[in-house]
């Protein structure tokens, strides 16, 4: 019963967390696999624990647990895995849900007289504010490799946003200290960190609709704008005909060719890529026949051979009409995986 008591609250927790995401943007077997590599980093952290038993200062275990639980989740979003506000809490809570659900059963293991009201307090309250902080880190990592990629980019960077990714990792590690060394009254303890991550989760839901739908509006109109031009011949009367045009005498008339094709290809499986996107949002999704499927990896193929034949210097030339967001290569990927 006590295992219950101390596990069933967090699976409860990151069914709420999952069930929040309209888009499908995490899948199970991702979130089971994150909240597995927080498990790891329990039991990490329980072995550096152990090994350095008096040597370190109680007060830097929870910077040494977000460090090590921070590994997966600055993977996932440096490889563009976590491109919005949604899709990281989801993974961050994930990975703050594995490590509390080892952490209990060591409790439960090592103390065999801890009491229910103990139990349930790990399970209802202490598991909140590791799956809290984990959420916090991850948006704060999510953020920093944006402003990294904009910087590399050599575009505008927000100061704002630097201020808030170092300032959410300040709040993941200060927050996580003090629920670590202030103890009061349980029940207001809980009520307090329940009325806290619950405001977060409801802004973070809030303010990532707002975003997806510009995202979503914003680029579609552009790719539809594009792709429309080109399979009508008006390719020239747009923007982005007029920098291919004057760029031609560039390259030679095959590898020209070669990028008009290119650029058509992008532009087509880019749109295609939103539309699924919108389309999970709505519950319109169907899965995909072998025709279809088949189809789409054909044009993909088509797209990394003229990437290859194409070369280097007549990527570089065409990048700023074919670069796409850590979202749209996201909403890429999902696609191509999804056809393969």
């Not at 199970?28 to 590599?37: D, G």
């Not at 979003?77 to 849900?97: E, N």
């Not at 801890?114 to 704060?140: D, K, P, Q, W, Y």
Request: aromatic share 10%; net charge neutral.
């Amino acid at each position: 019963m006590q295992y219950v008591a101390s596990l069933l609250p967090i699976a409860i927790y990151l069914l709420a967390v999952y069930k929040i995401d309209n888009y499908a943007l995490v899948s199970l077997r991702r979130m089971a696999i994150l909240v597995v590599c927080g498990m790891l980093a329990a039991l990490a952290c329980f072995g550096l624990f152990r090994l350095t038993d008096g040597l370190l200062p109680d007060a830097s275990h929870p910077v040494l647990e977000e460090l090590l639980g921070a590994v997966p989740l600055f993977v996932l979003a440096w490889r563009k895995r976590m491109v919005f506000f949604i899709d990281s809490v989801i993974c961050g809570a994930a990975v703050g849900g594995g490590f509390s659900i080892l952490e209990n059963i060591f409790y439960l293991v090592l103390d065999n007289e801890m009491g229910m009201g103990t139990v349930l307090f790990r399970g209802l309250e202490v598991a909140l504010i590791h799956i809290g902080c984990s959420a916090v880190v991850a948006v704060a990592l999510m953020l920093g490799v944006r402003v990294v990629e904009r910087r590399r980019s050599q575009l505008e960077v927000k100061p704002a946003n630097v201020v808030v990714t170092i300032a959410l990792l300040l709040v993941a590690v200060v927050v996580h200290m003090g629920h670590n060394l202030l103890h009061f009254n349980p029940v207001m303890q809980f009520t307090v960190v329940f009325a806290v991550m619950g405001g977060l989760l409801a802004w973070t839901y809030l303010y990532d609709v707002d975003m997806i739908r510009s995202w979503l509006d914003n680029g579609l109109n552009q790719k539809m704008e594009l792709y429309v031009s080109i399979r009508n011949g008006r390719l020239l009367n747009t923007p982005t005909g007029a920098f291919l045009e004057s760029v031609k005498a560039s390259f030679p008339p095959l590898v020209y060719f070669d990028i008009i094709c290119y650029v058509s290809l992008h532009a087509e499986l880019s749109v295609a890529a939103k539309v699924r996107f919108l389309m999970r949002e709505y519950g319109l999704l169907t899965p995909l026949d072998d025709k279809a499927r088949s189809k789409v990896m054909a044009k993909y193929k088509e797209l990394r051979l003229l990437e290859k034949n194409m070369g280097s210097s007549a990527m570089m030339t065409i990048a700023p009409i074919v670069k796409m967001t850590p979202a749209d290569e996201n909403a890429f990927n999902h696609f191509i995986n999804e056809c393969k």
